[in-house]
């Protein structure tokens, strides 16, 4: 018996295309997007953490409006007892999606450093393809406020991100040390 059914009806939003945004967010206005210098899907292999966090690409980063939301694969590897994702995942994935949203709105001229990150949860994250959509609240020079949500498959809100965001200079780490871009 399998603890763990999967649902016969695949959300269509499973099958969209890299430009294509799931239904549930369709009704966000968004103005054109940029895109990133960097390419976070393609260098997971690079460092890991986009692999180890189970991201599978970035849906938008849209400068005008401060968004950004990636699609995310969550895996029997990351659950605790019961099949529920663990929380630092959850938290991880809403983190990321605020971090695309900062670094949008500076061109992809700063990096975002956390400086406290409060997540809510509300429902049980389970085994399946995840949104964490994140947004700039607040921008000052050098901190910003940022909130961000990760939801279902059905578009259900499973829980809720605050960030206080410290903006840093960009490091080149093509050098292989902490030099600052130039």
Request: aromatic share 6%; glycine share 10%.
């Amino acid at each position: 018996m399998n603890r763990f059914p999967v649902s016969p009806e695949r959300p269509k939003w499973l099958d969209c295309s890299p430009t294509d945004i799931p239904n549930f967010m369709k009704d966000d206005p968004m103005s054109e997007t940029i895109a990133p210098e960097k390419h976070f899907d393609r260098e997971a292999g690079k460092d890991g953490l986009g692999e180890s966090l189970g991201i599978v690409r970035t849906l938008y980063m849209d400068k005008e409006t401060g968004r950004a939301a990636i699609e995310v694969e969550a895996e029997m590897r990351m659950c605790h007892s019961g099949g529920v994702v663990q929380g630092g995942f959850v938290t991880g994935w809403i983190d990321a999606a605020m971090a695309r949203a900062a670094m949008c709105i500076t061109d992809f001229q700063q990096t975002p450093m956390s400086l406290e990150i409060k997540v809510s949860f509300f429902a049980p994250a389970t085994p399946g393809r995840l949104v964490a959509e994140g947004w700039i609240e607040r921008r000052g020079r050098s901190t910003m406020f940022a909130e961000g949500n990760l939801k279902n498959a059905a578009g259900d809100i499973v829980a809720k991100g605050t960030s206080t965001i410290r903006m840093m200079p960009l490091i080149d780490m093509s050098k292989g040390d902490m030099s600052k871009k130039k």
